[in-house]
């Protein structure tokens, strides 16, 4: 029994320690050394859309949380930045370089508001932004792609800026787009009814559907070794 109980431990270590990923993540591998903090890293004021190429996607996905990744840029923060960001999502026919420079001319008709809140958090180089949905959002991807819509209003960067991964610089990529306020941090001139295109640009994003990841090989082979361990022992004993 002493034998088995640290065998059991392992096991369950092993199975904290498997990591959770996003089903779908679109923009890797991210751009190196560099990254971006609009809208979520710094007092950006205004409107931001992002569209990701229907392309990206496999089949229809209940999306119930966005993930943005901190893997580039070390600015030293430890905290993210306060504020309050309205997130929508919806279904479009705008694709990554046919965006209007007009915000509302881009929402699909099923437009739905999906977050709304303070993402304030403590912060280290290498987190992940997790931002869990309260209201999930299903996408089809036969539909058309898929549109994201963040407001943002009232930030603040007391502890400085933090730079999310981007995929597009300096070669700009064919499966997002976005539309944003070119002076909408440090809140000089922010705008809300039209922005600046950037055509193949925009940040990496995590897709979670909820559903449990499927372990790594390599964790699946511990698992294993352990649980053959743990019969080895309840062999063992049963000879004696």
Known sequence: MKRIVPALVLCLSLLAAIPAMADVVVGLPADPVTGNCFPFGCAYVGDYQQVYTSSQFSGTITITDLEFFNTQINTGATTMNSGNWAISLSTTSADWNTL??????????????????????????GDTLVINLTTPFTYNPMNGNLLMDVVATGTSNTNGNLFFDTNGSPNPNTFLGRVYCSGGAGGGNPCFVTGTVDNGYGLVTGF????PPVPEPASMFLLGTALAGIAGARRRKLRK
Request: proline share 3%; charged share 5%.
């Open 100 to 125: 209007s420079t007009t915000f509302a001319s881009n929402l699909g008709a099923d437009n739905t508001l999906v977050f709304n809140g303070n993402l304030s958090q403590p912060w280290a180089f």
């Open 208 to 211: 979670s559907t909820g559903t």
